[in-house]
């Protein structure tokens, strides 16, 4: 069995993140997706885990957990093969590059795979969709529900 993982910080998950995980779904057995511990979100890491498995209840090939560390000790303690990771643009590439190569490296077993942003999300980014909602801007077609519904709430305080 396959299994893949798509890592990130997520936050917040957008549609187009779950446009990656659903098309990976088809693709692996198993997607695992890792949402990276970090300090520095909007949103806890309970929360983005959370909102995270919320969104993807629905696709029985996928679960998500927390990801507290490298990437490749994840992916590794997951059992997964393979890592996941979408490309918006040309500066997605530049970075996902390096990090492919890191990553090669410390786990030469591990291999990485990359997935084109499907064209109607190619400009949603979570940066962007917390500013917008900052402002006040309704962002509901961008996120799932329950995130549309969290931004809000963040934002109220």
Known sequence: MTVAM???????VTN???????????IYEQVVVAVANSSSTLFT?????????NAVAEMANVRVTRMDGLTVDTARH????????GLRAITDFNAEFDMALMNR???PELES???MTSLE????????????AGFG????????????????AKFAR
Request: charged share 30%.
């Open 6 to 12: 798509y890592p990130g910080r997520f936050d917040p």
């Open 16 to 26: 187009g993140h779950l446009d990656i995980v659903r098309r990976a779904s088809l």
């Open 45 to 53: 890491t309970d929360e983005r885990v959370a909102l995270f498995r």
């Open 78 to 85: 997951e059992g997964a093969q393979v890592l996941v990771k």
């Open 105 to 107: 490296k410390m786990t």
């Open 113 to 115: 795979t990359f997935l």
């Open 121 to 132: 999300y190619l400009f949603i980014s979570a940066s962007r969709i917390r500013e917008l």
């Open 137 to 152: 801007i309704d962002v509901s077609e961008h996120v799932p529900p329950g995130v549309a519904e969290a931004l809000r």
